[in-house]
Structure formats: structure tokens, C-alpha cells
């Protein structure tokens, strides 16, 4: 089903050098952008080049061929869509599309010298000014044109601040849209996407608004409502009063001239005031080792600090009466310490370290849903507590249009975020399952 509204923005992109489809999460942007686009691709002369754009191929595959190549959504033209996971073009309605992944400035590179007749750019916000400027100086055939879709970012991002506000210089049009402009959604989809984003996150992904990020990241903290005592969850003496039903993993952030922290995260066994089921994750406990000479805390080598973290897991899943856990995800940068655990037979992951959306899920989860939250944390993660209200943006990166904490006060709540977000499928999957049993 298409919207009138989404019709119209199909149509009325046409006559733009530059179209831009931009709002809320699953406000049918992308889908209408991207009926423009297959349109586009049967008005470009055979011989000229197709892009798109995104962050990381992997991202452009997620995000645009998966939609592309869905049957439900796009029919039969969907058949029309031919792409080997991994490679650099796909064949869209019999023409070669090229697959550009632009994660940094260095990805201008790409396409500098070249000439594009169509370029279709997914998440724009997220692409380096240098590659957009770039990009739009290569549309230099008669008729060339560039679809873009995007979330909004900061009210200085240089997208809002360059493009949108001088839209007529660029021969650009801008479309907005909201959820309720998406015909497809259900109420329930809607509730659950507005309990899944908070703060700046609401204001962008659900009202879609350019807002600033500013002050303390998690300003939803409160000591009272998210913190439980070890001797909760304690079940050396068999009277632990926070049941677990697993424990899902570790999250460990390395650092050299900063805190090594190990987070361990687990999952409660709990039903809410009205008797329902109602897991929420736990983080348990945390091992923590900051060097301090002025205290007379000295570095640890990798071995030992590997070598007291596999001691400790044990120590903490026998006082929690559970297996050990197998699952292990570490800091992406610290490939040296992912060698050192495998070498004391530990296998190991790199965690996911996608800043914004790994802060979004804690918020979200520390966020109260009828004064109940999803995430609640332990006294004995020291770490967490002393950083979990300082965290905070950086000032002068949202000055520059740019979403970036203070790196301060982010060892323990960086490896919290690795833990969580690493995980994120198997503890959605939990609290679904959950609500379908309480429905």
C-alpha cells in the first residue's frame, strides 16, 4: 500500500537534481525513495552509472537490497534484483548498480573523477560530508539526479545546516515524514518503537526532529529504581532473592592509560505487581582494574588481566549457581587481548561497537515502563554506578553537528554497552516471548 503522501514525494522528486526523503523510523520513506529510485533506474541512458551508497556494504544490503529483493514488498520486481552477499554490485531491472560503501572521508576516493547518472544514498546523516560534496559534483550528465534518505541528526549537522537550509541552491526538494504517514504500521509496532527510543532518540527517530545532543546521556539514572544489592542475586546460601534463569555474557572494555573493565550481564527470572513475567537484564557484577600511581596501582600485563578475569567469571557463576559463560565479547580495537583470552582457551568475539544505537538500547532499557525498568544493575558493579551518571556528550562535538560522548567516565558503561548490544537479538527475543505469555 502507498500512501498519498509517499505518491506525492515519488512524483514531485522527479523534477530535483536532489531528492531527500527524511523523518521518523519506519515512516515509509525508505519505500517511497526507493519506488523513485527503480523508476530512475529505467530513465538512465545504458552505459551510465548507477551508485549507491551507504555506510559499509553490509549496511547497503541490510537497509536497501534486502527491501529490494523482498517479494512481500516489492512483487515481482523483486525478481529483477541480483545480488551475491558480499560483492560490490548488484543487477537491479537488468542494469549493474554499484555498491559504495563510505564509512569515512577517505571513501571520497571512491568516486573522484567520475561520472554518476544516479546515485541513491542510504542513511545520509551517517556519510562523510567530503564523500556528499563529492558525490554531488558528479552528477554533472544532463538529467543526473541523487535519492537520499536519512533519520535526523544534531541541528548542526552539516546535512541540515549545508543542504537543507539552502535547498534551492542545490536544486533539492526535502520530504518529511512521520510515522503516521506510513499506512502499513500497527498501533502496537508504534507503541513499541516509542518505548524503544528516549530522550534524543525520541525526538529524532519518533517526532522526527534535528535535536542537539546535550548534557548527561543517561539523565533517566536513578540510583533508587535502577540499582540492587549483590546479596540479591548472591545464591552461595541458596537464598538469593533475584532468581536468573541465564546468564548471556561478558562485555569487556581494555584500556592502557584508562580502566579495564569486564561486565558480566545476565537475565532475571521475575514477574511484575499483576503476576506477569517480566524478565529484565541484570548486569551482575564487574571486574575492574584502573592503574592509578599516585595510589600505587600499577598496569597488569595483558596475561594477568586476562588470567584474573577468567577467575573471577568462575568465582561469579558458582556464587550465582549457574554454568560459566561461554559467551565473551571484547572492546573490537583490543585484538591483543582477544589473543591473550584465546591463548588461556577463551574463545572470544569482537563486540559490537556501534556507539549510538549501543547507547540507545540502555536508555531504552533503563527507561521505566509503568515505574518498572528492563535493566537494572548490581552494588558490586563499582564501575558502572560511579560512571553511569557523568557519562556525558561532548560539547563541542554537538557544536560541530556531531553526536560523541566525553571520553570520560566510559570504562565500565562502554563494556555494559558491549555486553548489551552484542546480545541484543537473544534478550529481544526474551522480552517478546514474555509479552506473548502475558498477553
Not at 556507539?355 to 528492563?374: F, N, T, Y
Not at 563494556?415 to 534478550?427: D, M, V
Amino acid at each position: 500500500m502507498v500512501s498519498t503522501k509517499q505518491l506525492r514525494s515519488i512524483v514531485e522528486s522527479s523534477g530535483f537534481t536532489i531528492a531527500l526523503w527524511i523523518g521518523a523510523v519506519s515512516a515509509g520513506k525508505t519505500f517511497a525513495s526507493l519506488i523513485a529510485f527503480l523508476i530512475a533506474i529505467r530513465q538512465v541512458p545504458e552505459g551510465e552509472r548507477i551508485v549507491i551508497v551507504g555506510v559499509t556494504l553490509k549496511t547497503i544490503e541490510g537497509n536497501i537490497l534486502s527491501q529490494l529483493m523482498d517479494e512481500k514488498r516489492f512483487g515481482i520486481i523483486a525478481k529483477s534484483v541480483i545480488h551475491t552477499t558480499g560483492s560490490s554490485t548488484a543487477i537491479i531491472l537488468g542494469r549493474t548498480v554499484e555498491l559504495i560503501g563510505a564509512p569515512n572521508k577517505a571513501s571520497t576516493s571512491k568516486i573522484t573523477g567520475a561520472t554518476i547518472a544516479l546515485a541513491y544514498v542510504d542513511e545520509a546523516v551517517l556519510i562523510p560530508e567530503e564523500f556528499f560534496d563529492m558525490l554531488e559534483t558528479r552528477l554533472r550528465v544532463d538529467g543526473a539526479r541523487m535519492l537520499a534518505t536519512t533519520n535526523p541528526g544534531s541541528f548542526n549537522h552539516w546535512l541540515r545546516v549545508k543542504y537543507i537550509k539552502s535547498a534551492a541552491d542545490h536544486d533539492m526538494v526535502v520530504f518529511y515524514f512521520q510515522m503516521r504517514d506510513n499506512p502499513s504500521l500497527t498501533k502496537a509496532y508504534i507503541l513499541r518503537m516509542i518505548r524503544a527510543n528516549v530522550g534524543m532518540f525520541f525526538q529524532r527517530f519518533i517526532l522526527g526532529l534535528w535535536t542537539n545532543a546535550a548534557g548527561a546521556i543517561y539523565d533517566m539514572w536513578d540510583p533508587e529504581l535502577h540499582t540492587v544489592p549483590w546479596s540479591a542475586v548472591d545464591n552461595t546460601d541458596g537464598r538469593a532473592t533475584i532468581k536468573l534463569t541465564r546468564i548471556l555474557c561478558i562485555g569487556i572494555d581494555v584500556g592502557s592509560s584508562h580502566a579495564t573493565s569486564a561486565v558480566m550481564l545476565g537475565v532475571t527470572d521475575e514477574y511484575d505487581e499483576r503476576g506477569r513475567y517480566a524478565p529484565r537484564l541484570i548486569a551482575i557484577a564487574e571486574w575492574r582494574h584502573k592503574v592509578d600511581h599516585e595510589a600505587g596501582v600499577a598496569s597488569k600485563a595483558p596475561s594477568v588481566m586476562a588470567a584474573e578475569i577468567i577467575a573471577w567469571r568462575a568465582q561469579i557463576a558458582r556464587a550465582l549457581d549457574h554454568p560459566i559463560p561461554r559467551l565473551v565479547y571484547v572492546d573490537p580495537s583490543a585484538r591483543g587481548f582477544r589473543d591473550e583470552l584465546g591463548r588461556q582457551h577463551v574463545p572470544n568475539n569482537e563486540a559490537d561497537n556501534d556507539v549510538l544505537p549501543g547507547i540507545s538500547d540502555i536508555s531504552s532499557l533503563l527507561s521505566p515502563i509503568k515505574g518498572r525498568p528492563r535493566l537494572i544493575i548490581t552494588d558490586a558493579c563499582e564501575g558502572i554506578l560511579s560512571e553511569i551518571s557523568e557519562y556525558s556528550w561532548d560539547a563541542k562535538k554537538t557544536a560541530e553537528g556531531e553526536d560523541e560522548p566525553v571520553k570520560e567516565n566510559d570504562d565500565s558503561v562502554d563494556a555494559l554497552r558491549y555486553a548489551i548490544r552484542s546480545t541484543r537479538g537473544a534478550w529481544l527475543a526474551i522480552f517478546r516471548a514474555a509479552y506473548r505469555l502475558a498477553a
